[in-house]
C-alpha cells in the first residue's frame, strides 16, 4: 500500500505493507531522509492524532491504509537518553527509551509496567549476563542494545 510521509519542508510517498511494523517504516524513512529511526516521531491524524510510539507494532494496528498521511517531525536525541530492545518472553520486541544513569531496578519496574511480569520473576539478560544491581551502563547496555526478559522459574521440590 502507499501511504504519504510530510514533514516541515517535503512531501513523499512510500509502499509498505499492512504487516510491515513501524521499525521497518522507519528504517524506509532513513533511507529516503537519513534521519535515524530514534530521532524520527510519527504522527497520524485518523480523526484523533496518534503517535506511532511502538516499533514492533504492524502500521496497520495504528490504521494506516493506501493513501494514508503520516507527519515526520526530526528531534534530536539527548545525549542522555537511548533506546534499547527487550525481547519478552514470547518473543516480541518492544522498544523502550532509558537513560544513560538508569538503575536496572527502574527499568525492571517499567518492563512490570509494561510487559505485565511482576519484577520478582523478572531475568533481565544483556549479552549473556544477568543484569543484577547497579545501572545499565555498568553492563554496556547502550544505544541499540538488545536485552532479553527471561522468566524466573517458580516452585520447588516437593518433600
Given at each position: 500500500m502507499e501511504i504519504?510521509?510530510?514533514t516541515v519542508t517535503e512531501s513523499?510517498?512510500?509502499?509498505?505493507?499492512p504487516q510491515d511494523t513501524v521499525g521497518s517504516l522507519k528504517l524506509l524513512i532513513q533511507q529516503k531522509v537519513g534521519a535515524p529511526p530514534g530521532q524520527q516521531r510519527l504522527v497520524i491524524d485518523n480523526g484523533r492524532r496518534t503517535e506511532l510510539s511502538d516499533d514492533s507494532r504492524q502500521v496497520q494496528s495504528y490504521g494506516l491504509r493506501s493513501g494514508s498521511t503520516v507527519t515526520?517531525?526530526?528531534v534530536q536525541q539527548n545525549s542522555d537518553k537511548f533506546q534499547i530492545h527487550l525481547i519478552t518472553d514470547k518473543g516480541a520486541t518492544h522498544t523502550y527509551d532509558v537513560r544513560a544513569e538508569e538503575t536496572v531496578a527502574e527499568l525492571k519496574r517499567r518492563v512490570e509496567q509494561r510487559e505485565r511480569v511482576p519484577v520478582s520473576q523478572?531475568?533481565?539478560?544483556?549479552q549473556s549476563q544477568d543484569l543484577g544491581e547497579g545501572?545499565?551502563?555498568d553492563y554496556g547496555v547502550a544505544a541499540g542494545s538488545t536485552i532479553q526478559l527471561l522468566l524466573r522459574l517458580r516452585g520447588g521440590p516437593t518433600h
Open positions: 504519504f510521509v510530510s513523499f510517498s512510500l509502499t509498505v505493507q515526520l517531525l526530526v523478572q531475568r533481565l539478560v544483556h545501572r545499565l551502563v
